[in-house]
């Protein structure tokens, strides 16, 4: 069992910038592709960022591409997704995943879920 913890969110303005955080438990991070996704209340979970096991290849989501970045940190078990230009429609709760595989973007096929961590974006 992987456990992981997403932490970072908050409340920001329609511009600004944050940066989540999740940090996985075990020791085998690099072998699972990381993956962040969002889901907005009575929205369908929408996939934001995944990164492969190494770090050398990362996808992103159309609506937020060129405007966050993923990334690892395999030696600290932690994986970042730095938000910038934040709209109001970015606001949602943002939740880390783990999937034991190649990085897709298929929520299902994804293994392990953080708790999540709102991120609100006021106008």
């Known amino acids: 069992q992987v456990q992981l913890v997403e932490s970072g969110g908050g409340l920001v303005q329609a511009g600004g910038s944050l940066r989540l955080s999740c940090v996985a438990s075990?020791?085998?991070?690099?072998?699972?592709?990381m993956g962040w996704f969002r889901q907005a209340p009575g929205k369908e979970r929408e996939f934001i960022a995944t990164?492969?096991?190494?770090?050398?290849?990362?996808y992103y989501g159309g609506s937020v591409k060129g405007r966050f970045t993923i990334s690892r940190d395999n030696a600290k078990n932690t994986v970042h997704l730095q938000m910038n230009s934040l709209k109001p429609g970015d606001t949602a709760v943002y939740y880390c995943?783990?999937?034991?595989?190649?990085?897709?973007?298929?929520?299902?096929?994804?293994?392990?879920w953080g708790q999540g961590t709102q991120v609100t974006v006021s106008s």
């Open positions: 990164i492969s096991g190494s770090g050398g290849d990362t």
């Open positions: 995943a783990a999937d034991h595989g190649p990085p897709n973007s298929r929520y299902y096929e994804y293994d392990y």
């Open positions: 075990g020791r085998t991070f690099s072998s699972y592709a």
